[in-house]
């Protein structure tokens, strides 16, 4: 069955994930693995932008290996707001994991008020391996 997880961050979130990736979904039970359909992006935006251009990164262990990142540089460091979905980093591998998922940026985001809901959308899946 298709889910849609939420995740809303604040400003203080935002710019704490430079050191602190979020989690969107918990680890699945043992036995069991999450595949990652797809993510969108909805950024509002509040004066001042965050004062970088780096993308949001999303993976099991985002800051060595991001398998989806922003689509476009800028777009949570505007000055606008935005919808969007993110990309796989990779169009041929699909991904799953039985690892935490999370989110985080490869640059300080300085400054910034916007906030952001990330909604993952993901089916739990049982493997007999």
Same mark, same amino acid.
């Given at each position: 069955?298709?889910?849609?997880?939420?995740?809303?961050?604040?400003?203080?979130?935002? @710019?704490?994930?430079? *050191?602190?990736?979020?989690? /969107?979904? $918990?680890?699945? %039970?043992?036995?069991?693995? !999450?595949?990652?359909?797809?993510?969108?992006?909805?950024?509002?935006?509040?004066?001042?932008?965050?004062?970088?251009?780096? @993308?949001?990164?999303? *993976?099991?262990?985002?800051? /060595?290996? $991001?398998?989806? %990142?922003?689509?476009?540089? !800028?777009?949570?460091?505007?000055?606008?707001?935005?919808?969007?979905?993110?990309?796989?980093?990779?169009?041929?591998?699909?991904?799953?994991?039985?690892?935490?998922?999370?989110?985080?940026?490869?640059?300080?985001?300085?400054?910034?008020?916007?906030?952001?809901?990330?909604?993952?959308?993901?089916?739990?899946?049982?493997?007999?391996?």
């Amino acid at each position: 069955m298709i889910q849609v997880a939420k995740t809303s961050l604040t400003a203080a979130q935002i @710019k704490a994930l430079f *050191g602190t990736p979020i989690t /969107l979904l $918990a680890a699945p %039970a043992s036995g069991d693995v !999450n595949n990652i359909i797809g993510i969108t992006e909805d950024f509002t935006y509040v004066a001042p932008a965050y004062g970088t251009t780096a @993308k949001l990164r999303y *993976g099991y262990n985002v800051s /060595l290996n $991001a398998s989806f %990142a922003q689509s476009a540089n !800028n777009v949570l460091f505007s000055g606008g707001s935005s919808i969007m979905p993110a990309q796989k980093t990779s169009a041929l591998t699909p991904f799953s994991t039985n690892a935490a998922f999370k989110v985080d940026v490869g640059i300080n985001p300085i400054a910034g008020n916007g906030t952001m809901n990330i909604y993952v959308i993901y089916e739990t899946v049982t493997v007999n391996i």
